[in-house]
Structure formats: structure tokens, C-alpha cells
């Protein structure tokens, strides 16, 4: 029993991969824009970095696809956050001053849009903004918050679509399934027109 206990504990002590997008922290726009429900910009931080934090342990990586939030509020944050790796494609709201702030943390690692990585032996590409994707394989996009979740060759993975959560790359492939092999056109319909 302890020998199976020690590798149910080994299990959780794995890093693991983690995707999110449009955290927006500090922006008070967003609990308009988007609806969010949460009392006021101070609730909504102090949420998105306990959901982070728990799910997310110091050995693993995160994706952000961008829209990380205020920069005045952004640097009060990250120290806050989980991760060894933060790797980060900047969105439409990550000029050039908030990716200076977030190259201050050494776990930050900027890529371009369209990054390709491997997810349990698919190729799966990461953008920010739907549009910017020009192929048909599968990917992993935000920029949209709660308008559509899934596309048919996608998944929005901004912490609007996943009860203001990161979410793992089990998740990702669980959708992958579902929208490849099982979704059809009862889900798709309104967004092939």
C-alpha cells in the first residue's frame, strides 16, 4: 500500500503543462467587457491567482497567449503566480512596456504567434488571435474570452472559457478528441455560416 501510495504522490509531483489567455489583471474594462462576475478588479486578481495557484505547482509550465492585464498591476502579480516556466505569446494589449514588465521575471519566455508545440504527439499551433491562423491543423487560441470556445479545428483557452482557470494538456487533448472525432454539425452549424 505505501509503495502504491509513494507512486500516487510521484504522479502528482510531475511537471505538467498548463495553457491560459486574457488573464487581464487589473484592467477594469474587462469585468465589463467581458461580464465577469466579480465584485471589483481587486476580487477578480485575488481570484485568477488563487485558481492558478491551485492547480498550478512550482515545477510546472505554463502557455499564455497573451493579454496579461495592467501594467501597473502586472508586476504586483507574477511574483504571486505559480510556474517554472511562463512561456508567453503577446497579445493585442502586450506592448512593448508591459513585455518589458514581464521580462523582468526570469520564468518569462516570449515566442511569436503561431508557435508550434507537441502535445502528447500532436502538433498543436498557439496563437492569440483566431484569425491569425492560416492552416487547418489544430490549435489553441483567446483574444475572444467567452464568445466560442471551440472551433472545428480549435480551443479558446482563455480564462473565461475555464471557470477563470488554467487548464492542463489533458484537458487539451480531451477536447482535441471531442472536437475531432465526435462534434459535428449540431455544434459547429452557427459558426460554418
Request: hydrophobic share 35%; proline share 3%; net charge negative.
Amino acid at each position: 500500500i505505501n509503495d502504491s501510495l509513494s507512486r500516487l504522490n510521484k504522479i502528482d509531483e510531475d511537471p505538467k503543462v498548463w495553457f491560459t489567455s486574457d488573464t487581464h489583471f487589473g484592467q477594469e474594462r474587462t469585468l465589463e467587457l467581458s461580464r465577469r462576475l466579480f465584485r471589483d478588479v481587486k476580487h477578480m486578481d485575488r481570484e485568477l491567482v488563487r485558481n492558478w495557484n491551485k492547480v498550478i505547482k512550482e515545477n510546472d509550465t505554463v502557455y499564455h497567449l497573451g493579454d496579461w492585464g495592467d501594467i501597473n498591476k502586472i508586476s504586483d502579480v507574477l511574483p504571486q503566480l505559480n510556474g517554472k516556466r511562463i512561456i508567453t505569446i503577446p497579445g493585442n494589449y502586450d506592448k512593448e512596456d508591459i513585455q518589458q514588465v514581464l521580462s523582468s521575471d526570469p520564468r518569462i519566455e516570449f515566442v511569436e504567434q503561431r508557435h508550434t508545440i507537441k502535445i502528447q504527439g500532436i502538433d498543436v499551433s498557439l496563437v492569440h488571435e483566431p484569425e491569425n491562423m492560416q492552416h487547418k491543423g489544430f490549435y489553441l487560441f483567446g483574444h475572444i474570452h467567452q464568445l466560442q470556445m471551440v472551433k472545428t479545428n480549435a480551443l479558446n483557452v482563455g480564462t473565461d472559457c475555464h471557470n477563470y482557470s488554467p487548464i492542463n494538456e489533458d484537458d487539451v487533448m480531451f477536447y482535441h478528441n471531442a472536437i475531432t472525432n465526435f462534434y459535428d454539425d449540431n455544434v459547429f452549424s452557427n459558426f460554418l455560416k
